[in-house]
């Protein structure tokens, strides 16, 4: 199984300010042939299921943000919120589906500072 | 509009069987596998498996292969998650989720809350 790690487990962010999580797999999730990062990212806030932010690794959803930002590739990913807002403290999950099972990170907690 | 409408909430005792559903409108069921979910109290998510509506492929994690069968009944484009015998540790939050044309979880139910407890 790939083992997808998040960094770090809490963060703490001032409003307006920038907030940077990391994600590792354990190994690569980019696919050769399609030079595609098997790599997405959620939001999920208390009581509600959670949200698909960006696939591909880079590729935002419709209707997200553009604060929001994914890069990276390989073994090493980054979701970027530019400018924090007030709704977007919540917790955040990376998962890779490049083989099954399709892991997930144990999630990241943003928060204000 | 697509829609993934979960069945309501459970209180089980261990031991006792339970088959909870997730009802799917909006696009055609054969189109795109179904994923399910777990989120135990307080936390992560955990990916039990995903099965294709047409022919039934189903693929499980390790980590629940043997414990939960997925399913699904075409005819009224609904897929399922069942437990033969449930244990306290049972006790989640379980989504699913379509696994659409990116292959991620593009949109989910709003889940169901099973509480395993003597």
């Known amino acids: 199984d790939i083992v997808v790690t998040q960094s770090p487990d809490s963060l703490a962010v001032s409003l307006g300010e920038r907030a940077t999580i990391n994600c590792k797999s354990s190994?690569?999730?980019?696919?050769?042939?399609?030079?595609?990062?098997?790599l997405a990212w959620y939001q999920q806030k208390p009581g509600q299921p959670p949200k698909l932010l960006i696939s591909?690794?880079?590729t935002r959803e419709s209707g997200v943000p553009d604060r929001f930002s994914g890069s990276g590739s390989g073994t090493d990913f980054t979701l970027t919120i530019t400018s924090l807002q007030a709704e977007d403290v919540t917790v955040y999950y990376c998962?890779?589906?490049?083989?099954?099972?399709?892991?997930f990170g144990q999630g990241t907690k943003l928060e204000i500072k | 509009e697509v829609q993934l409408v979960q069945s309501g909430a459970e209180v089980k005792k261990p031991g006792e069987s339970l088959k909870i559903s997730c009802r799917v409108s909006?696009?055609?069921?054969?189109?795109?596998?179904i994923g399910w979910v777990r989120q135990m109290p307080g936390k992560g998510l955990e990916w039990m498996g995903i099965?294709?509506?047409?022919?039934?492929?189903?693929r499980y994690s390790p980590s629940f292969q043997g414990q939960v069968t997925i399913s699904v009944d075409k005819s009224i484009s609904t897929a399922y998650l069942q437990w033969s015998s449930l244990k306290a540790s049972d006790t989640a939050m379980y989504f699913c989720?379509?696994?659409?044309?990116?292959?991620?979880?593009?949109?989910w139910g709003r889940g169901t809350l099973v509480t395993v407890s003597s």
């Open positions: 989720a379509r696994q659409g044309p990116t292959i991620t979880l593009d949109f």
């Open positions: 909006g696009y055609t069921f054969t189109t795109y596998w």
């Open positions: 099965i294709q509506p047409g022919d039934s492929d189903t």
């Open positions: 190994q690569s999730v980019l696919y050769s042939s399609n030079n595609k990062n098997y």
């Open positions: 591909w690794a880079s």
């Open positions: 998962q890779q589906y490049y083989s099954p099972p399709y892991t």
